[in-house]
């Protein structure tokens, strides 16, 4: 007769998500998850989004996983800052390093098109130091309905920090934090045409730059338009000066920081609530009084039964003096005498410890 086991039918285990990530390379896998999700929404989704985003797939996700210990949420969420940084370092360093599109400025009321259009900087990238040039068309025939059809001259605005319109930004640092190149140009014409700004730069840095031109109003007064960038500044990004490694290692701490400000402080918070909520859950489970179930009576000699407890010992009398001595006592309190085992108990008429006499009963017929 054959093995049986030979025609048996082979059970194959069921697949379990939550068992693959229990083990070490799935831990590494869902880290690399969590990493990747919170480099791809800072990079291309922004920081505020990332937020919800880091804390759905770097807490949510591995507390389903069965990852319930707040230590190691910590842990994993620490893994995937450290990770996340270089991750969108890299990505933020592709995106300074694409061209910008053409810039325009703001349109008028019942215009279809600005004033200033077709703004760009060329080239948009160096390596080493050289000439950037800025280019704008003005076409004055956009201005607001009222105004002298003129524009009166254009200004150039070039730093390292963002927003600023001059060398003294308190949110840059102020004056001297940052370098900054502001250039006039006296353009005084109704006529469309192009108005060009040259600019020797180097170094390694990443540069912000807009353009403002100023015209009389309709009350007579001058006003200003700009370029209207829709980055959430009010200056252009570019160009970029520097080797792609430096401009990496440039940028690295400051990605690190804010990776770490909003998406990690945010995160870290959420493990402290989450253990928070375990301990109170905790207390709540092991904190109500337990009653002991009720005994039934024992059976002296059944098996089980508690013992009978000993009976209390008895009083002494002191062999010389008589007096009563309490028991566990090992000397007469009155006259010093060693008792022993064998003391006679007190008779009814003997005086107690404290002096007294003890009461006689009723008296017989």
Excluded at 2 to 10: C, D, I, K, T, V
Excluded at 271 to 298: C, D, E, I, N
Excluded at 313 to 327: H, I, Q, R, T
């Amino acid at each position: 007769m054959g093995n049986p086991g030979r025609f048996s039918l082979a059970v194959q285990p069921r697949l379990s998500i939550k068992a693959f990530f229990a083990k070490p390379y799935g831990r590494i896998v869902l880290l690399l998850i969590v990493a990747l999700s919170l480099a791809g929404a800072s990079i291309y989704l922004g920081y505020l989004v990332a937020i919800p985003v880091f804390l759905v797939v770097g807490l949510g996700l591995p507390i389903y996983l069965g990852w319930t210990r707040p230590r190691t949420l910590f842990l994993v969420g620490l893994s995937a800052l450290l990770v996340a940084g270089p991750i969108v370092t890299a990505g933020t360093v592709s995106l300074l390093l694409t061209p910008a599109p053409s810039i325009n400025g703001e349109v008028f009321s019942g215009f279809s098109q600005s004033v200033l259009q077709n703004a760009s900087v060329h080239p948009y990238s160096r390596s080493t130091s050289g000439d950037f040039t800025f280019n704008v068309d003005v076409n004055p025939a956009f201005l607001p309905t009222g105004s002298q059809p003129k524009v009166l001259w254009v200004d150039f605005y070039l730093s390292t920090c963002p927003n600023a319109l001059s060398n003294n930004s308190s949110s840059c640092g102020g004056a001297g934090a940052y370098p900054f190149y502001y250039v006039n140009d006296s353009y005084n014409s109704s006529a469309k045409g192009p108005v060009q700004f040259v600019e020797d730069l180097g170094g390694v840095n990443v540069w912000w730059w807009t353009l403002g031109a100023a015209y009389v109003n309709s009350t007579g007064g001058v006003s200003w338009l700009y370029l209207q960038p829709n980055n959430g500044y009010s200056t252009a990004e570019g160009p970029v000066t520097g080797a792609y490694l430096s401009i990496y290692t440039l940028i690295l701490p400051a990605i690190y920081f804010t990776v770490f400000i909003y998406p990690g402080l945010v995160f870290f918070l959420g493990v402290l609530v989450y253990l928070f909520l375990k301990m109170r859950q905790r207390r709540r489970a092991g904190g109500a009084p337990s009653v002991p179930a009720p005994m039934a009576p024992s059976t002296p000699g059944a098996a089980g039964a508690a013992a009978p407890s000993a009976p209390p010992k008895p009083e002494l009398a002191c062999p010389k003096c008589g007096a009563v001595v309490y028991a566990g006592e090992t000397r007469c309190w009155k006259c010093g005498t060693p008792l022993t085992s064998g003391s006679a108990p007190p008779s009814v008429d003997q005086p107690l410890p404290s002096g007294g006499s003890p009461p006689t009963g009723p008296s017989s017929p």
